[in-house]
């Protein structure tokens, strides 16, 4: 196989393919703290893209309630002891190495699931990852075990032991919104026989091309996410497209510049926990230095939010602030090493931080560059740290404004929330 770079698990490693890099890349950071499990994204997604015939079943956003949902149920626990049974013990991350740009998180010197197919070679020659396909029933139940908590005795017998006191919660749960990563090394693509997986050189949407797909389902059970679906009525494979028209900027009525849009699921949401961009990669792939893009700032700059399992080794360009008051071994098994550091930030946020924070679902357009403007100190609050120490936040009455593609003011947020109140006398149903 030839070597790529991978800089979420800051090394080199297989993958079918030779390295090669989109211009762009669709990104996105999901705020865990704030899902309320609505499922208002799910809805908007399902409602413009699945609707029809043969996608039922087929979600290609899903939010469970984590640690026991699971949309195919199980996914994650299935794949994950797959990999531990592949390279036992040794599935793990030296933090210790980390450096900014190349390797963030430290290295991870356990198997992905390229390196766990290229090991063990299937009989049948077929497996460029290492998955499996989930059943029927598996895929039925898109919401299973919503809102069902684990308890500490549960963590303290079990493999995520260790303090679940505060600020840590002694019961926990936490929704996972989930869409296709549209990841740097997509495994679909990887193990599609027929070459009709490809992502775009524009944007790295990765797309299934419906009239080269013969729905032999490799994708289905090579994507470690399971984010590829089979639909039975065209016996071909589907997937989240990224609502590209809208990053095209084709929707006048959102974008009349023609500058680009977020997806739907994103515009959607309720909880406002979404906040969608496009990133620039450099040729040799690393991240175009760019701070005041915010996705780039979270994620890059600030590494509050993490990759979803990026010991895959896909490269997922989904990214998640871990909830707070989970165990840390949980989250460090789903997000990485990053995750102390991440909470930290996400505790006790300064001005800036604060200010970037507000830009989530506060317009329809991408923000490709934010600008700050300071304003007056309006309070301080007293925080409790992750190692229970509290600390002061100073709050400033910022504001952020962002800009689209085009470079036109798109929307400007203050941090402190403007109220108004109605005169009462002119409205009749003002009490
Ligand atoms: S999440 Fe799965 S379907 Fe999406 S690009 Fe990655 S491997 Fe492919
Ligand atoms: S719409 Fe937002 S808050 Fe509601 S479930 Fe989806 S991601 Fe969570």
Request: aromatic content about 12%.
């Given at each position: 196989m030839p070597a790529v770079y991978n800089w979420q698990i800051g090394r080199s490693m297989g993958y079918p393919h030779e390295e090669r890099h989109p211009r762009w890349q669709f990104a996105f950071v999901f705020n865990t703290n704030r899902?309320?499990?609505?499922q208002t994204c799910t809805m908007a997604c399902k409602s413009t893209w699945?609707?029809?015939?043969?996608?039922?079943?087929?979600?290609w956003n899903n939010v469970e309630s984590k640690?026991?949902?699971?949309?195919?149920?199980h996914w994650d626990a299935k794949l994950l002891a797959m990999l531990d049974e592949a390279n036992p013990g040794k599935?793990?991350?030296?933090?210790?190495?980390?450096?900014?740009?190349?390797r963030p998180y430290g290295v991870f010197e356990g198997m992905t699931i390229f390196d766990a197919a290229e090991q063990k070679p299937r009989p049948d020659g077929?497996?460029?990852?290492l998955g499996y396909l989930p059943t029927d029933d598996e895929w039925?139940?898109?919401?299973?075990?919503?809102d069902t908590p684990t308890s500490d005795r549960v963590a303290q017998e079990g493999q995520f032991g260790g303090s679940t006191e505060l600020p840590e919660h002694k019961v926990w749960c936490f929704y996972l919104a989930r869409i296709?990563?549209?990841?740097?090394?997509?495994a679909c693509l990887a193990c599609c026989p027929r070459n009709a997986i490809y992502k775009r050189p524009e944007d790295g949407v990765v797309l299934i091309d419906q009239s080269r797909?013969?729905?032999?389902r490799k994708c289905v059970e090579g994507c470690p996410y399971k984010k590829a679906m089979y639909r039975p009525t065209t016996r071909t494979s589907e997937k989240c497209v990224a609502c590209f028209p809208r990053l095209e900027g084709k929707d006048p009525s959102i974008s009349p510049t023609g500058a680009p849009a977020e997806t739907r699921c994103m515009s959607a949401c309720v909880g406002k926990i979404r906040l969608q961009g496009l990133v620039e990669i450099d040729e040799d792939g690393t991240w175009a230095k760019?701070?005041?893009?915010p996705l780039y700032y979270l994620?890059?700059?600030?590494?509050?939010a993490l990759p979803l399992y990026?010991?895959?080794?896909?490269?997922?360009?989904g990214f998640y602030i871990p909830p707070?008051?989970?165990p840390r071994g949980y989250l460090t098994q789903m997000f990485g090493p990053g995750v102390e550091h991440a909470i930290e930030q996400y505790s006790c946020p300064d001005r800036e931080l604060l200010a970037v924070l507000q830009?989530?679902?506060?317009?329809r357009q991408i923000v490709f560059r934010f600008e700050i403007e300071r304003g007056p100190k309006i309070g301080e609050i007293e925080v409790t740290m992750p190692d229970e120490t509290t600390r002061t936040q100073e709050l400033f009455n910022d504001t952020v404004i962002g800009f689209n593609k085009l470079g036109e003011e798109v929307v400007r947020v203050t941090v402190e929330e403007p109220t108004f109140e109605r005169p009462a006398e002119s409205h009749v149903n003002s009490i």
């Open positions: 899902c309320i499990g609505c699945t609707f029809s015939k043969g996608q039922e079943l087929m979600w640690p026991y949902g699971g949309y195919p149920q599935q793990a991350w030296d933090a210790s190495q980390n450096e900014p740009e190349q077929m497996q460029q990852a039925r139940s898109p919401n299973i075990h919503e296709c990563n549209h990841c740097t090394y997509p797909c013969r729905g032999y760019d701070p005041k893009n994620i890059r700059e600030r590494k509050i990026p010991q895959f080794g896909t490269e997922p360009n707070r008051w989970v830009l989530f679902r506060a317009n």
